[in-house]
């Protein structure tokens, strides 16, 4: 079994200028094919609005996997349960296997924080919530054999600081230090407490299953020694607790080199910020990881210098797993 996430970053019909759908597939269709996902965690699916239909439609997505055996997959799409499916930023997960459970976590279990900005302009006397981007999905997937696989799909907060209101001069340019500085801590304040909500969602599923069969995958806007990945894998050195060892998740990307470690070239950098995490029951199983990053650029060289990109600057990460006929992962 292949499971592999991928941002594939503002897919959707209403494309950045310069930048046409038709090309968008031509680059983008070939990384989905090498990839050869069983399932597919996706980020960034713009939601379209199609003449007729209700509400906005996954049309650009549809165009991209028409002809490919991801156009038969069962999908989860974030807002589909309720009907309002986002105009930028869903996530979708894509299974050739059945899927059995579907459910969204957005302030389920953590609610939104109040916070008062200290430098929003003119000043405000009264709290406001600090809510979460977008939801987490939680796909329970049928395997062969009848055991359930959990597949977590999300996409945190990235390092951009919030708008404070009355401190920006323009969509990258703040009015004050102090104001980007609140933003910043905002914006980190968002990504920790999403992660600390799939805890307790992961926490959960082994309350109810010690050995459930569990994959995190997504974009966490964060390398492994930072504060989300930390909590979301809750490393038994951490909890300081043996008997809680069970309820940890191991990113998988330590099977591979450091110098092939990352999913995303930043200003220079090597950044590794779209994880496969697994619990010990799919670990018995893990055989490899791939990460797709023999043709990434540099984003900010990209975004400053590469007229109408139309692939993506994140690399496509894959596990593979020996899941046998029966479905027995552990």
Same mark, same amino acid.
């Given at each position: *079994?292949?499971?592999?996430?991928?941002?594939?970053?503002?897919?959707?019909?209403?494309?950045?200028?310069?930048?046409?759908?038709?090309?968008?597939?031509?680059?983008?269709?070939?990384?989905?094919?090498?990839? %050869?996902?069983?399932? $597919?965690?996706?980020?960034?699916? %713009?939601?379209?609005?199609?003449?007729?239909?209700?509400?906005?439609?996954?049309?650009?997505?549809?165009?991209? =996997?028409?002809?490919?055996?991801?156009?038969?997959?069962?999908?989860?799409?974030?807002?589909?349960?309720?009907?309002?499916?986002?105009?930028?930023?869903?996530?979708?997960? @894509?299974?050739?296997?059945?899927?059995?459970?579907?459910?969204?976590? &957005?302030?389920?279990?953590?609610?939104?924080?109040?916070?008062?900005?200290?430098?929003?302009?003119?000043?405000?006397?009264?709290?406001?919530?600090?809510?979460?981007? +977008?939801?987490?999905?939680?796909?329970?997937?049928?395997?062969?054999?009848?055991? +359930?696989?959990?597949?977590?799909? $999300?996409?945190?907060?990235?390092?951009?600081?919030?708008?404070?209101?009355?401190?920006?001069?323009?969509?990258?340019?703040?009015?004050t230090a102090a104001g980007w500085a609140e933003g910043?801590?905002?914006?980190?304040?968002?990504?920790?407490?999403?992660? @600390?909500?799939?805890?307790?969602?992961?926490?959960?599923?082994?309350?109810a299953d010690p050995a459930a069969l569990l994959i995190?995958?997504?974009?966490?806007?964060?390398?492994?020694?930072?504060?989300? $990945?930390?909590? @979301?894998?809750?490393?038994?050195?951490?909890?300081?607790?043996?008997?809680?060892?069970?309820?940890?998740?191991?990113?998988?990307?330590?099977?591979?080199?450091?110098?092939?470690?990352?999913?995303?070239?930043?200003?220079? &950098?090597?950044? *590794?910020? %779209?994880?496969?995490?697994?619990?010990?029951? *799919?670990?018995?199983?893990? +055989?490899?990881?791939?990460?797709?990053?023999?043709?990434?650029?540099?984003?900010? =060289?990209?975004?400053?210098?590469?007229?109408?990109?139309?692939?993506?600057?994140?690399?496509?990460?894959?596990? =593979?797993?020996?899941? %046998?006929?029966?479905?027995?992962?552990?």
């Open positions: *079994m292949r499971i592999a996430t991928f941002n594939i970053e503002h897919l959707g019909l209403g494309q950045a200028q310069g930048v046409t759908l038709d090309s968008r597939i031509e680059a983008l269709r070939p990384v989905l094919e090498r990839v %050869d996902a069983d399932v $597919l965690c996706l980020q960034e699916v %713009d939601g379209d609005k199609v003449p007729g239909a209700a509400g906005r439609q996954l049309a650009a997505l549809d165009r991209l =996997v028409s002809g490919t055996p991801y156009e038969s997959f069962e999908r989860h799409v974030s807002g589909a349960t309720d009907g309002h499916v986002a105009d930028v930023h869903n996530l979708v997960t @894509l299974s050739r296997f059945p899927i059995a459970g579907r459910r969204e976590i &957005r302030h389920a279990l953590v609610p939104p924080v109040s916070y008062r900005a200290v430098t929003q302009q003119p000043p405000s006397s009264s709290a406001e919530p600090v809510r979460f981007d +977008r939801p987490a999905l939680c796909t329970e997937i049928g395997l062969p054999g009848g055991r +359930r696989l959990h597949v977590l799909n $999300l996409h945190l907060r990235a390092p951009l600081a919030v708008p404070i209101p009355g401190q920006k001069a323009g969509p990258f340019v703040w009015q910043f801590f905002l914006a980190a304040l968002k990504r920790s407490a999403q992660a @600390l909500e799939i805890r307790l969602a992961i926490d959960a599923i082994f309350d995190l995958a997504g974009d966490c806007n964060a390398e492994a020694h930072e504060v989300p $990945l930390t909590i @979301l894998t809750a490393a038994e050195e951490n909890t300081g607790n043996g008997t809680l060892a069970g309820r940890s998740l191991v990113d998988l990307a330590r099977s591979i080199p450091e110098d092939r470690r990352f999913s995303v070239l930043h200003h220079g &950098r090597a950044l *590794m910020l %779209d994880h496969v995490l697994a619990s010990r029951g *799919m670990l018995a199983k893990f +055989r490899a990881l791939e990460i797709h990053n023999e043709a990434l650029g540099d984003e900010l =060289v990209t975004f400053g210098k590469v007229h109408a990109s139309p692939g993506s600057t994140h690399a496509p990460v894959v596990a =593979v797993f020996d899941i %046998d006929p029966d479905g027995q992962a552990a």
